[in-house]
């Protein structure tokens, strides 16, 4: 059974910090992909960060570059998320992802919500 199960989520000041972790199971975790994407609201579901599954090299949405960091480790089947330098536009429910186009496979988490207000 495939399971994404995100933590971390919370409600944090303005330029606070915070980090979320994607935890995996039945799949095999090193093959994939991994993506957070998120959805404000009233918003569509936009892609964050993500970080492949063979060089581990990243890319990010233009909006959170330099602040946020996204990294992975195999052996825990786990990625995470800082998030650093946190602005009220972050607020949205933080989704953990799984692919791997080759075969047409993703995965997706429940979601955990991050709410940035004073």
């Known amino acids: 059974q495939v399971q994404l199960v995100e933590s971390g989520g919370g409600l944090v000041q303005p330029g606070g910090s915070l980090g979320l972790s994607c935890a995996a199971s039945g799949f095999r975790f090193s093959g994939y992909a991994m993506s957070w994407y998120r959805q404000g609201p009233g918003k569509e579901r936009e892609m964050v960060a993500r970080i492949t599954s063979t060089d581990g090299s990243t890319n990010y949405a233009d909006s959170v570059k330099g602040r946020f960091t996204i990294s992975r480790d195999n052996a825990k089947n786990t990625v995470y998320l800082q998030m650093n330098s946190l602005k009220p536009e972050d607020t949205a429910v933080y989704y953990c992802?799984?692919?791997?186009?080759?075969?047409?496979?993703?995965?997706w988490g429940q979601g955990t919500q991050v709410t940035v207000s004073s």
């Open positions: 992802k799984a692919d791997r186009r080759a075969i047409r496979s993703e995965y």
